[in-house]
C-alpha cells in the first residue's frame, strides 16, 4: 500500500530534489534533443572503430560528431583527458538548461558529485609505452592529472567556480547513479544549495576493450556490430562498450520555486546497497538490487504498485538481464513499463546511470517511452512488459532507473514528474 496522501506529501517535502538542469554527450547524440531522437529511433549506435582495428571486439559505440577540443574551449584543453571533456561539456550543458549563472551564484553552496570507473587510461597507456621505449623524459608532467579519475570532478569545478563539496565516487557501472544519489544527501542535509552530478567514462582503448573481452563481458557478433546490444534478448551475448557523460542540476525544491525555477523532475529517492556475492557477476536471485529498490521506494513513499515505469540497467549480457527479470517481475507483477537505452548506445560504465537518468527524466516530461533496440520478442522466461520496436506513448507519473555495478553496487533512483 502507499502511503495517505497526506503523509506522502509530508515524505514529498521532507525529501523532494528538484532536477533543474540535464546535460550530455553520448553515441547517440550530443545534447538533449539528438540524443532523445536517437533513443527513440530504436537504431544502435555500434561501429567498427578505427582504434579497434585487429582486436576479437573491434566494434564498439563512440560518441562521435563533436570536435571536444572546440566545445570545450580555452587554453586548458591540452591539460584534459578525454573523459574529462566530455564531462565538462556536458556540466556546462546542464547549468545553463537550469538557468544559473556560475559568475553569479554563491560558489562556496554549490557542489560537484562526478562519477568515473576508470579515468584516464589511455594517457596512461600512452605513457606506459614512451616510458618504455624513450625512457623517463618521455612521459608527461601532465600524466597524473590526465589519469586520475577525480579530475573530472575538480575539472568542472573549476570551469563553475563551485567551491563546495567536489566528489568522485567509483562504483563501477552504477557510479553515475551513485553519484546522484550523493549529490541529493548533500542537498538534504544542507551542505549545497546546487549540485552538479553525473557521470563520465571514456575508455575506447585496444587495452579496456581487449580486457572486458577477455573475461566474456562483450558481444562478439563482429559481423552485424549494429545487432550486438540486445538487452533482454534470447540469445544475447555480451555488451557493446560505449563512451559519454551525462550531468544532471539537482536543488532543493522549494528553493527552485523561490528563484522562479523550473524543475523538470523530482528526485523523490535513492537507494544503494551490495550484494556481497561476487567480483563481477550479481546475486542470480535478485536480493541485493532488491534492498536497493525498496529504500528508493522507501524514501519516495510509494509501494511498488505506484511504479508506472522502469529504466533497466539492461546489459545485454545473459546474468544481468536475467537477474533483473527475476527481480521486476518478483517485485512489480503489475508489470510496469520497460526500456534500456543499453540497446542504442551501448554500454558507458560509470556515465550510463547519469545518462539513463537523463533518459528517464525525458520520459516523464515527454509521456513516451523509447524501445529496447535489437528486441523483436522477450523470452518465455520473461514476464516483463518490455517497450519494443517503435516509441510508446505512456503518461508516467513515477519512474524507477536501476543501475548495477562489477563488485556487487546496486543504485536505484526514484523519479516523479514535477
Not at 582486436?55 to 571536444?68: E, S
Amino acid at each position: 500500500m502507499s502511503l495517505p496522501a497526506d503523509q506522502g506529501a509530508e515524505v514529498r517535502t521532507r525529501t523532494a530534489v528538484a532536477v533543474t538542469g540535464i546535460g550530455l554527450v553520448t553515441p547517440a547524440g550530443a545534447d538533449e534533443h539528438s540524443f532523445w531522437e536517437g533513443l527513440c529511433s530504436g537504431h544502435s549506435t555500434a561501429r567498427r572503430c578505427d582504434e579497434l582495428a585487429g582486436l576479437p571486439v573491434d566494434f564498439a559505440c563512440p560518441v562521435d560528431g563533436i570536435d571536444l577540443d572546440a566545445a570545450v574551449g580555452g587554453r586548458s584543453v591540452w591539460r584534459m583527458a578525454r573523459f574529462v571533456k566530455l564531462a565538462l561539456v556536458a556540466a556546462r550543458q546542464a547549468v545553463a538548461d537550469a538557468g544559473l549563472d556560475p559568475a553569479r551564484w554563491d560558489g562556496s553552496r554549490v557542489g560537484v558529485v562526478l562519477g568515473v570507473g576508470v579515468g584516464g587510461v589511455s594517457a596512461l597507456v600512452d605513457n606506459a609505452a614512451r616510458l618504455a621505449a624513450s625512457g623517463p623524459e618521455a612521459v608527461s608532467p601532465l600524466l597524473v592529472p590526465m589519469m586520475i579519475p577525480n579530475a573530472a570532478a575538480g575539472e568542472v569545478a573549476i570551469a563553475l567556480k563551485a567551491g563546495g563539496p567536489s566528489l568522485a565516487p567509483a562504483t563501477a557501472c552504477a557510479s553515475g547513479a551513485t553519484a546522484l544519489a550523493v549529490a541529493r544527501d548533500l542537498l538534504l542535509s544542507g551542505g549545497c544549495d546546487v549540485v552538479v552530478a553525473g557521470g563520465a567514462e571514456a575508455v575506447l582503448t585496444p587495452l579496456v576493450v581487449t580486457a572486458f573481452a577477455r573475461m566474456g563481458a562483450l558481444s562478439t557478433r563482429a559481423g552485424d556490430p549494429a545487432a550486438a546490444s540486445r538487452p533482454f534478448a534470447a540469445d544475447r551475448d555480451g555488451f557493446v562498450i560505449g563512451e559519454g557523460a551525462a550531468m544532471l542540476v539537482l536543488e532543493r525544491e522549494e528553493g527552485v520555486r523561490a528563484r522562479g525555477g523550473r524543475p523538470r523532475a523530482l528526485l523523490t529517492g535513492a537507494g544503494s546497497s551490495t550484494d556481497a556475492h561476487h567480483p563481477t557477476a550479481p546475486a542470480p536471485d535478485g536480493h541485493g538490487a532488491q534492498r536497493a529498490v525498496e529504500a528508493a521506494l522507501g524514501q519516495a513513499g510509494w509501494a511498488p504498485g505506484d511504479v508506472d515505469h522502469i529504466n533497466a540497467h539492461g546489459t545485454s549480457t545473459p546474468l544481468n538481464d536475467a537477474m533483473e527479470t527475476t527481480l521486476v517481475s518478483r517485485l512489480f507483477p503489475h508489470r510496469p513499463s520497460v526500456t534500456a537505452p543499453k540497446g542504442v548506445i551501448g554500454h558507458t560504465l560509470a556515465a550510463a546511470g547519469a545518462i539513463e537518468a537523463v533518459a528517464t527524466v525525458l520520459t516523464l516530461e515527454r509521456s513516451a517511452v523509447p524501445p529496447i533496440a535489437n528486441l523483436d520478442a522477450l523470452p518465455d522466461a520473461f514476464p516483463l512488459d518490455c517497450v519494443t520496436k517503435e516509441t510508446r506513448h505512456q503518461r508516467v507519473e513515477t519512474a524507477l532507473s536501476h543501475s548495477f555495478g562489477f563488485g556487487g553496487h546496486n543504485v536505484v533512483l526514484a523519479f516523479q514528474r514535477a
